[in-house]
């Protein structure tokens, strides 16, 4: 057994119950999910989610990347291999990684994917509109998305000018906030509480929360009301 004195993890609260960072976007005619976490086969069966058209990544680190194996579920049943969006760097890593899914002998049963390089360009994934957003985790270039009036950003510490103005005039951000001592590649919640106001979004919420951040309860009482910490199985509607 190991034991634990984080505030966090002794909490009986569900919504400090965090899974890795993973969002699911859906219409009616179209599913996708940005990253895969090693968490992600989990994630699709609690969210009994039995039809997923794409994969969109962020960037290669283990922690968005590691649970793209059990697309195999999805290959199965949907009898056809996922489409997968990544920029170059991100599909350098799921080429290395899951080497074994390119190989020209493949094992009956392993992952079928086809791959599409993005880069900053707009493109959709059936009925929804990508706008790809680069930001800085550290010294990494990573992807953020705006779709409609949504924008997701994760594993970021850093966003340009010119990247900022695509984020401008959404109804509703996701943003990380790591915690609230200073980090070399994410921002701390006042910095992402900052950059939410500077950009004026109405309705913002922050995830990749370490426990070091503190309780779901606690945090949201220090915010604004239009911020709040995200929370695992929130579901919002944009229309």
Same mark, same amino acid.
């Given at each position: 057994m190991i034991a634990c004195d984080c505030v966090v993890c002794a909490s009986t609260d569900p919504k400090d119950k965090r899974l890795r960072s993973s969002v699911l976007v859906q219409t009616a005619q179209t599913t996708i999910v940005i990253d895969t976490t090693p968490d992600f086969r989990y994630q699709m069966l609690r969210s009994h989610t039995r039809k997923l058209d794409a994969v969109l990544f962020t960037h290669p680190h *283990?922690?968005?990347? +590691?649970?793209?194996?059990? $697309?195999?579920?999805?290959?199965?049943?949907?009898?056809? /291999?996922?489409? @997968?969006?990544?920029?170059?760097?991100?599909?350098?890593? &799921?080429?290395?990684?899951?080497?074994? +899914?390119?190989?020209?002998? %493949?094992? /009956?049963?392993?992952?079928?994917?086809?791959?599409? #390089? $993005?880069?900053?360009?707009?493109? %959709?994934?059936?009925? $929804?509109? &990508? !706008? /790809? $957003?680069?930001?800085?985790?550290?010294?990494? /270039? &990573?992807?953020?998305? %705006? @779709?409609?009036?949504? #924008?997701? !950003? #994760?594993? +970021?510490?850093?966003?340009?000018?010119?990247? *900022?103005?695509?984020?401008?005039?959404?109804?509703v951000l996701v943003l990380n906030a790591l915690r609230k001592e200073a980090h070399v590649s994410h921002f701390t919640l006042q910095e992402a509480v900052d950059l939410a106001t500077e950009l004026a979004i109405p309705e913002v919420y922050f995830t990749h929360i370490s426990h070091q951040l503190g309780t779901h309860a606690a945090i949201n009482q220090e915010l604004p009301g239009h911020m709040r910490l995200a929370y695992d199985g929130l579901e919002l509607t944009l229309h």
């Open positions: *283990k922690d968005h990347l +590691a649970g793209l194996d059990d $697309i195999r579920a999805f290959n199965f049943r949907q009898q056809r /291999p996922m489409d @997968i969006y990544a920029n170059s760097l991100t599909e350098e890593a &799921v080429r290395r990684d899951f080497y074994y +899914a390119f190989t020209d002998t %493949r094992y /009956p049963g392993v992952p079928e994917m086809n791959l599409h #390089t $993005i880069d900053l360009s707009p493109f %959709r994934i059936g009925d $929804i509109p &990508v !706008i /790809p $957003i680069e930001a800085y985790h550290h010294k990494m /270039p &990573v992807y953020g998305f %705006r @779709i409609g009036g949504f #924008t997701y !950003i #994760t594993d +970021a510490n850093r966003i340009e000018e010119t990247e *900022k103005d695509k984020i401008r005039g959404s109804s």
